[in-house]
């Protein structure tokens, strides 16, 4: 489990988990969790577009997630979220499905794309994941207070003069950045319920943010780690295990938050 | 008119039950979809159509019809949507993250278990792109049937529904239980959803489902019209992408014909642009 070849798995997966920690926090604050489902599942039609041209999955993932993420935003000035982002992430796939039939990609290939794949990861793309990773986070750093205003009280944040529109591209950009560099690894239907449980479990076990960012890195870093290990054991899927482990340990999550706050508040 | 019309489109059978079954879909996922659309549950609309998927996947590898394990997970999954997010919009959407996520990791584990007992590895794409052509006319009375359910449903609660949709605080001060309501509904969408993914594959049934209903709420304040409205604009999207995904078959590159849940996407995409335009008109006018 710890041979030479599996050390870049566990370094991607766990530079991987610190993302979708960090990221994960602000989706599970702003109630962006269709945006953070919609773009890696559409970045997934990228993919094999990039298959059918003959070019790196990597590059395809990134122009889909890129154009998604600017495609919703840009819906969404006008028309409800909800509906932006289903229509945006339809036509995306939609595309894709046009790509694989042209193509000839091999079935477990997309399977892979979609669910993960633990063994597939080599030192040449250790170096994209870890650049992609630094630029999210040092991203997310530089608009922390904006991002963090305007997702607690937007009204607040309008009048301290900042924008809306705005924040809402950057952090669109944000997590299809965080899309292109995790699907590979993860996969595109995986992603986001990386971004969801362990924020979800956090939120309910601190109400400081930084703490709760903390305890959603940390989290995120367990089911990825439990993830890889019962994957390698068992030769499942690691999506199943992010998928389904993400799940328990929000209802754990929630039921430790619940008895500390009755532990605090004996009356209520 | 046969430029528009490739030779054999109206005496095929499988374009027959093409037609039949996706205008029926599309008729059901719009009058459903009017009401998703207004509650703003898209994100529940399309995660009950890729859970259901996990049923389907399921169904495979128990070698049984996909359609009863797509509805059965899709109730499962609108009741723990339910039951997990009733407290507030905020955490509904975390709520429906949640089952979704753990849905597809499932969804991951049958399809791998399928592709290792009977080397069934295409199964991952049918059962998300899925595709109106391999619909067979045996399947048609239980997706009427099926659909027949879903609008009673609709139908019966019309009014509760309108009412807690657009204004749930005055619903709330007549008398109407808002759970019951939400929960009905959840069990409308999850028998609809279902439905079209099963049929359509979960792309398509999201795009009926969202798509049409929000043009039509563009073009008209009524809620009756704006349902009519929907179910046209989804059928004459479905019809068309059929007509051209027939057509396609002649098309470069491959001769395999281009994918029909495209073409339907695109159509389905365009009316929501030419009504967002003619409704900005409208407004400004």
Redesign the interface.
């Known amino acids: 489990m710890f041979s030479s070849f599996m050390v870049n798995t566990w370094v991607a997966a766990s530079i991987v988990a610190v993302v979708g920690g960090v990221v994960g926090f602000f989706v599970?604050l702003r109630?962006?969790?269709?945006v953070?489902?919609a773009i890696p599942h559409g970045a997934f039609s990228g993919a094999a577009g990039a298959a059918l041209l003959g070019l790196n999955t990597v590059f395809g993932l990134g122009v889909f997630a890129l154009a998604g993420a600017l495609g919703i935003s840009a819906l969404g000035r006008?028309?409800?979220h909800?509906?932006a982002?289903?229509?945006g992430?339809?036509?995306m796939?939609?595309?894709g499905?046009?790509f694989?039939?042209?193509s000839a990609v091999y079935?477990?290939q997309?399977?892979a794309l979609?669910?993960?794949e633990v063994l597939g990861v080599s030192r040449a793309e250790l170096w994209p994941i870890a650049g992609l990773a630094v630029i999210c986070l040092v991203a997310i750093a530089l608009v922390y207070r904006p991002l963090m205003l305007n997702s607690i009280a937007p009204e607040l944040g309008e009048v301290r003069g900042v924008r809306d529109r705005l924040i809402e591209t950057a952090f669109l950009l944000v997590v299809a950045l965080a899309t292109s560099m995790t699907v590979p690894v993860v996969?595109a239907?995986?992603m986001?319920?990386l971004m969801?449980?362990p924020a979800?479990a956090a939120r309910s076990l601190s109400d400081r943010p930084s703490a709760a960012i903390a305890w959603s890195i940390a989290i995120a870093l367990v089911t990825v780690w439990a993830g890889i290990a019962l994957s390698y054991a068992l030769n499942?899927?690691l999506?199943?295990?992010?998928?389904?482990l993400?799940?328990a340990l929000?209802g754990l999550g929630r039921l430790v938050g619940t008895r500390r706050r009755r532990l605090v508040l004996p009356t209520a | 008119m046969n430029a528009l019309f490739a030779p054999g489109f109206f005496t095929n059978g499988i374009v027959h039950s093409a037609l039949i079954v996706g205008a029926v879909v599309a008729v059901v996922a719009a009058i459903v979809g009017t009401f998703t659309v207004l509650r703003a549950q898209s994100f529940a609309g399309h995660a009950l159509g890729e859970v259901g998927a996990t049923g389907g996947s399921a169904a495979i590898l128990a070698g049984t019809n996909p359609l009863w394990g797509f509805i059965g997970i899709a109730v499962v999954a609108a009741a723990a949507i339910e039951l997990l997010g009733v407290r507030q919009p905020r955490s509904r959407d975390l709520a429906t993250g949640l089952v979704l996520g753990a849905g597809l990791g499932l969804a991951a584990l049958f399809l791998y278990l399928g592709a290792t007992s009977q080397s069934t590895t295409g199964a991952s794409i049918t059962v998300l792109f899925g595709s109106l052509f391999v619909v067979s006319m045996q399947m048609v009375p239980s997706i009427v049937a099926l659909s027949i359910v879903a609008l009673a449903i609709v139908l019966v609660c019309y009014r509760w529904l309108l009412l807690t949709s657009l204004n749930p605080d005055l619903a709330a001060a007549r008398g109407v239980s808002l759970r019951l309501v939400s929960a009905l509904y959840l069990l409308a969408l999850a028998i609809a959803v279902s439905l079209s993914a099963e049929t359509i594959g979960a792309v398509l049934s999201t795009a009926l489902l969202v798509g049409p209903p929000a043009a039509a709420l563009r073009l008209t304040k009524r809620p009756t019209a704006a349902l009519v409205v929907a179910a046209g604009i989804g059928v004459l999207a479905t019809w068309l992408g059929i007509l051209l995904a027939y057509d396609s078959y002649t098309w470069p590159p491959s001769g395999r014909g281009w994918p029909v849940s495209f073409f339907i996407v695109v159509f389905v995409f365009c009316f929501y642009l030419l009504a967002q335009l003619h409704g900005r008109k409208l407004t400004r006018g």
Do not use: C, E, M
């Not at chain 1, 999506?239 to 389904?244: D, H, L, M, R, S």
């Open positions: 599970v109630s962006s969790a269709f953070a489902h006008k028309g409800r909800d509906v982002t289903a229509l992430l339809v036509v796939l939609g595309t499905s046009l694989l039939s042209w079935a477990p997309i399977y979609l669910f993960g996969g239907l995986l986001f319920s969801v449980a979800g499942w899927p999506g199943f295990f992010v998928g389904t993400g799940a929000y």
